[in-house]
């Protein structure tokens, strides 16, 4: 937060961090469009939905590090002007939710989220859970969206993108677990 949200989208576009969600996208420039984006409010989404046969390596961020993963939504909704996040997370890991919960209000007591989150004044931002419906196909970033507004999870049409129009019809940046985490320590180090 010493840095200007400018500085912090310049930075992880200069870090060269792609989307690790299978598309390879720039995150900088996700990130850049979404704050470009007109919109009164603006939003940073994590996609949980890990619904691969067989992976599991959101589930080890989940319970090992998702301080990691907080910290990196705290650092995109600072970069694109959000207020508030959202975790999506798959239905088969509702195991966890009271445990990340329990994370994120850890994170509220220490100052990190909420108002003037990580002691920057004027920065209120805060993150909530949202368990998805179990649909593969809500892994797609549109998907998930439609699925997180409570209609069926189907991949919506382009444009616009998520970022002109995305969560609740306003600018949004999807990213998945791990390039939160990659953000938070590119940011870090």
């Known amino acids: 937060v010493a840095k200007t949200p400018e500085e912090v989208i310049a930075e992880v576009k200069a870090s060269g ?3 690790r969600g299978g598309a ?5 420039m996700k990130w850049d469009f979404t704050r470009q984006a007109a919109g009164d409010k603006k939003y940073i ?10 992976t599991f390596k959101d589930r080890v961020i989940f319970t090992e590090m998702p301080e990691m993963m907080f910290e990196g939504m705290a650092i995109g909704g600072y970069a694109i002007g959000a207020d508030e996040g959202l975790l999506y997370l798959r239905a088969e890991y509702m195991y966890l939710k009271k445990y990340l919960d329990k994370v994120l209000e850890t994170m509220r007591k220490n100052g990190i989220l909420g108002k ?3 002691g920057k004044k004027g920065f209120n931002f805060d993150i909530r859970i949202q368990v998805g419906a179990g649909a593969y196909i809500c892994g797609e970033e549109s998907a998930l969206i439609e699925s997180a507004e409570g ?11 998520p970022a002109q129009r995305g969560f609740m019809g306003k600018p949004t940046s999807v990213n998945n677990v791990e390039t939160f985490c990659c953000a938070s320590r590119i940011m870090l180090e």
């Open 116 to 118: 003037n989150a990580a």
């Open 45 to 54: 989404v994590c996609n949980g939905d890990e619904g691969e046969p067989g």
């Open 151 to 161: 209609k069926r999870g189907e991949p919506r049409n382009r444009p616009p993108f």
């Open 17 to 19: 961090l792609r989307g």
């Open 24 to 28: 390879g996208f720039s995150t900088g």
